[in-house]
């Protein structure tokens, strides 16, 4: 398996602009996380999906983030209109089921840096 | 609330032993995980303490007091490669049959010195 995909790797946009993060988790995980990165305020979780339904989004900062995961190879992370706070490095990463794999172990994606001018 | 304390940074020379902290206050508790992310990569899983006690994987072990709500990380015959952070993560109690969500640390930067 390729491991947790993400794209785009890196993003440079400006301020008001739309960004999506895209993220393809292992096949056969039952979970997908969102974390976001910074110096700041660490690794923050932002939302979490059990089989593609959102179960917790308290982490999200605010209206302006959502999150979607149509089916169980695809998520998405979108950021409307982006601010340059935003700027951090943004995480994927999936994990088995309870019945399915070692469900301590969470796979990360390699993340992508997003950037706000 | 729910908090995790780790020590920010700390320095060890190659060959010695490191041992990274952490103390945890959360609602609900399934177990302690640890991570390790070199600078400019995604954190990696290094183990997980679901019971009190010591785990050893390798250089590597990891040890759980539940009751203390503590646990630490040993690194063994420290490696330049080791140098990186490590993150401490509690995995909460989620109801019913989810399996909950990873809360992470601050994380401790380990610099390891020839």
């Known amino acids: 398996d390729a491991g947790v995909i993400q794209s785009p790797r890196h993003e440079v946009t400006e301020m008001g602009q739309e960004v999506t993060l895209r993220c393809k988790p292992i096949?056969?995980?039952?979970?997908l996380f969102w974390y976001r990165q910074t110096m700041m305020r660490g690794l923050e979780l932002l939302i979490y999906f059990n089989n593609n339904v959102p179960i917790d989004d308290s982490g999200m900062p605010e209206d302006r983030f959502s999150a979607k995961m149509p089916n169980a190879s695809f998520s998405t992370l979108k950021i409307q209109p982006s601010e340059p706070r935003d700027s951090a490095v943004y995480f994927c990463?999936?994990?088995?089921?309870?019945?399915?794999?070692?469900?301590?172990?969470?796979?990360f994606g390699p993340g992508t840096r997003l950037t706000v001018l | 609330g729910q908090s995790l304390e780790q020590p920010s940074e700390v320095t060890a020379v190659e060959g010695a032993i490191v041992q990274i902290n952490c103390t945890y206050q959360t609602s609900g508790f399934y177990g302690l995980s640890w991570y390790q992310q070199h600078d400019g990569g995604a954190p990696t899983f290094l183990s997980y303490n679901a019971l009190d006690g010591l785990e050893e994987t390798g250089r590597f072990s990891s040890f759980l007091s539940r009751s203390d709500s503590y646990g630490y990380l040993l690194l063994q015959e420290l490696q330049m490669k080791d140098s990186a952070s490590y993150f401490c993560a509690v995995r909460e109690f989620g109801g019913s049959s989810n399996t909950g969500k990873l809360i992470f640390g601050q994380g401790t930067t380990l610099q390891v010195k020839p």
């Open positions: 990463a999936s994990r088995p089921g309870i019945r399915t794999g070692n469900y301590n172990e969470q796979f």
């Open positions: 096949s056969g995980h039952d979970y």
